[in-house]
């Protein structure tokens, strides 16, 4: 019987599920989490504050694709998070946050008087996708699991696990839990069908004046080279949101500034509008009058969440997929049609503006 610690086995977890770095300040309550991660080749980043630790994680994210890990002392050190953890919700970014907890049979609800106890749960519900309290040594592998699902699942965001310091510091036999990989739990990310892709092609291929615009989950999707190449094939205009500005090389071409007088008026002129991995939010909408009618623009909004599709505006198409699954599939649609890139004269009249 091997025994070891809540510690060492949410340790375990986290490296089952492809975890290489843990942003955190250290702190006792999770010692046995700190004792662990050199005997799993887990490398702990300490910043200087707990919000700095959330967006380094993001920065890892957009970088590696990984989903990144924070963890955070009881009280002020956790409450520290939430600005980060905001960031990380807005920008679709699946921050999963560990909290630290006083010991269980103070806390949920925390008596009067008891060191730094918060009803942390309470505060992150309203900022997370999804957060929960680990009660009992046995439920680790099931809460971590369901956290990393529920960060992945649809739109990207951020969790959050609470951790009672008497559960990471508890014992049990380890062959009594099973922890799984992560294709045994989590289903693969929508693409779109072929007569979805194919009408979206016979419309792009048809339109006299297109507009490409990449958002976030572009970039989240690592589908950038496969929306460059649709930019290329297409030599049409191509712009971001403000979120995505990394999406296209600000030296190309095509690239339009989203704020600039040239993307304004490509808004308002294109008769097709592919917009890949945005919810066309607030940011993105700052002046309607900077958008073609409705009635007569066709705008195809991709977006991995059903519930961003047609949220602020109305669309000709929505298209429930992964972005770079839907980049991809179209680039190899059009070039089967026999598209090949234009003369450039849908660039040419957006140059100087």
Known sequence: MATITGGELLVKC?????????????????NPVIANVNKYNIRWIGPRHEAA????????????????????GAGPGTANLLSGMICAREEGV?????SSQCRQDIIYPCKPGVFQGTEQYDFF?????????????????????????EAVAGRPGPVHVDVPYTVAYAEGDESKVRILDPHQYRATVPEPSEKQIEEVANLIKNAKNPLLMAGTGLLNSGGWEDFMGL???LNCPATTTMAARSAIPNDHSNYIFGYGKGALTARTEADVVLAVGTRLGDMDLPFKKYWGDPEKQKIIQVDIDPRNIGANWPIHMG?????????????????????KPSDGKMVKQYKGR
């Open 94 to 98: 699946p921050v999963v946050a560990i």
């Open 125 to 149: 519900k309203p900022v997370t996708k999804w957060n929960a309290v680990i009660h009992s040594w046995e439920r680790i592998p099931e809460i971590i699991q369901r956290a990393f699902r």
């Open 231 to 233: 930019v290329d094939l």
């Open 53 to 72: 630790a959330v967006h380094m994680a993001e920065g890892v994210y957009k970088t590696t694709g990984e989903i990144p890990v924070v963890m955070a």
């Open 14 to 30: 986290l490296k089952k599920e492809g975890v290489k770095r843990i942003f955190a300040i250290i702190d006792a309550f999770y």
């Open 319 to 339: 298209i429930v997929g992964d972005a770079k699954a839907m980049a991809k599939a179209l680039g190899g649609k059009l070039k089967e049609m026999g598209v």
